[in-house]
């Protein structure tokens, strides 16, 4: 009994991280930018309207139609995610698309390699595990300062499953 239950430790993840996108402007700053353009479209509009350049109004809802658009393809875009986790046997990446389908890598962490491409003035600029005939791109989405600190933990992470 206890030997079961010390291999069912031995192979809990000792590492997880969730990466997800960033987005700097939340929902509340999302319905105040676009509280700010209707109404500058509205008052702005209605002068032209006023004057009887009555297309301009029409243009003018245009943009704002199109910045909705744009930002709402943003945000469905941020739904992207990825699951990283390393056990002293295992090493798994669950990469899930904005449209809900998902992808599972395995590897065995003692085989895995992490690799990452630098540039002298951006930083890191792609990380990628290889293994088993397998080269998984992961933190795609990430800006640099979070490429740096996921790179970091990730590889000590490896690390300390080869070790052990």
Known sequence: MSDTNASFQAD??????????????GRTGFLVLMGALSFGWLVTGAFFLSRGAWPVFGFFGLDVVAVYIAFRVNYRAARAREEVSVSRTTLDIRKTAPSGKSEAHRFNPFWARFSVARHAEIGITKMT????????????????????????AFSRALATAKAR
């Open 12 to 25: 809990e993840p000792f590492f997880h991280a969730l990466l997800t996108p960033h987005r700097s402007l």
């Open 129 to 152: 595990v290889e293994g088993q005939g397998q080269n998984v791109p992961i933190g795609g989405f990430l800006d640099p300062e979070s490429r740096e600190s996921f790179a970091t």
